[in-house]
């Protein structure tokens, strides 16, 4: 019996560890995207739905690397 309550402590310490580990990082992410001036994209809510073409996203650092990365992607199925 005090082995089986040991386990669900444990049990609950771990996903309690977990949980706040997750509401650290979504806090510190709010704070960096507040901190850098961060607003949505235009491209987001205007992009199409029903094609394969893919809207430039050269918004920031990130989206200049996500473009690199998509192209070199395309032109190695392309060739």
Same mark, same amino acid.
């Given at each position: 019996? $005090?082995?089986?309550?040991?386990?669900?402590?444990?049990?609950? @310490?771990?996903a &309690?560890?977990?949980?706040?580990?997750?509401?650290?990082? /979504?806090?510190?992410?709010?704070?960096a /995207?507040?901190? /850098?001036?961060?607003a949505?994209p235009?491209?987001? @809510? @205007? &992009?199409? @739905?029903? !094609?394969?073409?893919?809207?430039? /996203?050269? !918004?920031?650092e990130?989206g200049?690397?996500?473009?690199?990365?998509e192209?070199?992607?395309?032109?190695?199925? &392309? $060739?």
């Open positions: 019996m $005090g082995g089986f309550i040991l386990i669900v402590l444990l049990g609950i @310490a771990f &309690a560890g977990y949980f706040t580990r997750d509401q650290i990082s /979504r806090k510190r992410h709010a704070e /995207r507040r901190m /850098r001036g961060y949505k235009d491209w987001v @809510a @205007a &992009a199409p @739905a029903n !094609t394969n073409e893919v809207p430039p /996203r050269t !918004t920031g990130l200049q690397m996500l473009d690199r990365w192209s070199r992607a395309r032109a190695r199925r &392309a $060739g």
